[in-house]
């Protein structure tokens, strides 16, 4: 069956270093995977696309990268700071939708 | 510009009863999704409009569930009869044609009682 994983338990990490989220997937072939930012009690907000033919995606701080042969993207956030503490959701294409992951939970501590 | 707007934000009905929620587009979105988080689970897609045709509906749980999108502006949600296990936020997205990129309402939460 299709699944997509994200990491269920949240991410501690100090203000300033990087933090790495992994998205995982199986018994898909998505044209496209998209992160989006989720706050408590807000939508999703859009972050990065990046297409089956491209490795890697930056914008300002953020990077994410796509590997089709290993099933996985990573997002990466450079220079953490304690505003980029969200839940981060990982999306794939499927057909005319958008399937998503459970999210990861990030907490960025000064 | 606007972004995409919800109403009612949150609602509280018992079971048996009839909600139907409203979703306004951004201007000019000829797509619009209807998703839903239930507690501790991922969003999950219930269906999609392209202006006011479904194109897609294969989310929507059961025939309790009725979206429309008349003249292909704003869309509804008709719950009816709500049940227990409808609870949940329901969020409504929408975006230009082949962007792939979809802009989210802030949400409309439903607790059934």
């Known amino acids: 069956s299709q699944k997509i994983e994200q990491n269920s338990e949240a991410l501690n990490i100090q203000e300033g270093k990087t933090a790495t989220l992994t998205c995982n997937y199986t018994n898909y072939s998505p044209a496209y995977l998209q992160w989006y930012r989720q706050d408590p009690g807000r939508g999703p907000v859009f972050l990065l696309l990046?297409?089956?033919?491209?490795k890697e995606k930056r914008k300002e701080r953020l990077k994410v990268t796509f590997d089709t042969t290993l099933k996985q993207s990573l997002f990466h956030i450079t220079a953490s700071q304690p505003a980029d503490s969200a839940t981060y959701l990982c999306a794939l294409e499927a057909g005319n939708m958008l399937t998503f992951g459970g999210g990861t939970r990030l907490m960025v501590k000064p | 510009e606007a972004g995409v707007t919800q109403f009612p934000s949150h609602s509280v009905i018992e079971k048996g009863q009839t909600v139907t929620l409203r979703c306004d587009p951004i201007?000019?979105?000829?797509?619009l999704y209807w998703y839903r988080r239930v507690m501790g689970k991922e969003i999950k897609f219930l269906l999609h409009f392209v202006k006011e045709s479904k194109q897609d509906e294969s989310g929507m749980p059961n025939n309790r569930f009725l979206a429309e999108r008349t003249g292909g502006t704003y869309s509804t949600l008709k719950v009816q009869p709500a049940e227990l296990e409808d609870s949940g936020v329901y969020f409504c997205?929408?975006?230009?044609?082949?962007?792939?990129?979809?802009?989210f309402g802030e949400g409309s939460r439903l607790t059934v009682l």
């Open positions: 990046i297409r089956e033919n491209e």
């Open positions: 201007s000019g979105h000829d797509n």
């Open positions: 997205a929408s975006s230009f044609p082949m962007t792939g990129e979809l802009f």
